[in-house]
T-cell receptor
Framework: EAGVAQSPRYKIIEKRQSVAFWCNPI?????LYWYQQILGQGPKLLIQ????????DSQLPKDRFSAERLKGVDSTLKIQPAKLEDSAVYLC??????????FGQGTRLTVV | ELKVEQNPLFLSMQEGKNYTIYCNYS?????LYWYRQDPGKSLESLFV?????AVKQEGRLMASLDTKARLSTLHITAAVHDLSATYFC????????????FGTGTRLKVLA
């Protein structure tokens, strides 16, 4: 079974630039999550989708972050404009309607 | 708001020794997960605990859940160097939402 695919793996941008991350979940998984993991901390949930609807985005900084899930499958997370404090690993995870979440390799973002 | 705390944050132990990592959470939940993360890698699911009194074991690791005490433990028996990693617990925020809140993580280093 293929795992959660994310791209790119690494990205370096200057502050105030924009960036987008892509995630392809495990086939058939209804729930998709985006987490932000700052170095030395636990993952923090940014947004949760159920199929193509948003279940929870209470921790998403909506003035600069946006996310969508296309046709209930792939998802993109965008940051515009980026700030230095956005430097982190962005993890995508998916799960069946009931069950544990499986994580992708993550995208390491460095904002300079 | 659900808070998840782990202790200790850092643990350095000798090979062959036993130790326990604790995960406390602040609101009622009966679904808890343990993950392992190696440096620069994504999160790997270790255990799924779904009810009070649940106990799961895999090799030198054993996890348990006490929902009344809002406590989970991850016990390490006769540690080996390969267990060196960061361990996270994740708790479902509200029953049925499949929204997982991660703990702070415990960085384990097993010394040969």
């Amino acid at each position: 079974e293929a795992g959660v695919a994310q791209s790119p793996r690494y990205k370096i941008i200057e502050k105030r630039q924009s960036v987008a991350f892509w995630c392809n979940p495990i086939s058939g998984h209804a729930t998709l999550y985006w987490y932000q993991q700052i170095l030395g901390q636990g993952p923090k949930l940014l947004i949760q989708f159920q199929n193509n609807g948003v279940v929870d985005d209470s921790q998403l900084p909506k003035d600069r972050f946006s996310a969508e899930r296309l046709k209930g499958v792939d998802s993109t997370l965008k940051i515009q404009p980026a700030k230095l404090e956005d430097s982190a690993v962005y993890l995508c995870a998916s799960s069946p309607t009931w069950g544990e979440a499986f994580f992708g390799q993550g995208t390491r973002l460095t904002v300079v | 708001e659900l808070k998840v705390e782990q202790n200790p944050l850092f643990l350095s132990m000798q090979e062959g020794k036993n130790y326990t990592i604790y995960c406390n959470y602040s609101t009622t939940s009966d679904r808890l997960y343990w993950y392992r993360q190696d440096p620069g890698k994504s999160l790997e699911s270790l255990f799924v605990l779904l009810s009070n009194g649940a106990v799961k074991q895999e090799g030198r690791l054993m996890a348990s859940l006490d929902t009344k005490a809002r406590l989970s433990t991850l016990h390490i028996t006769a540690a080996v160097h390969d267990l060196s990693a960061t361990y996270f617990c994740a708790v479902e925020g509200t029953s049925g939402t499949y929204k997982y809140i991660f703990g702070t993580g415990t960085r384990l280093k097993v010394l040969a």
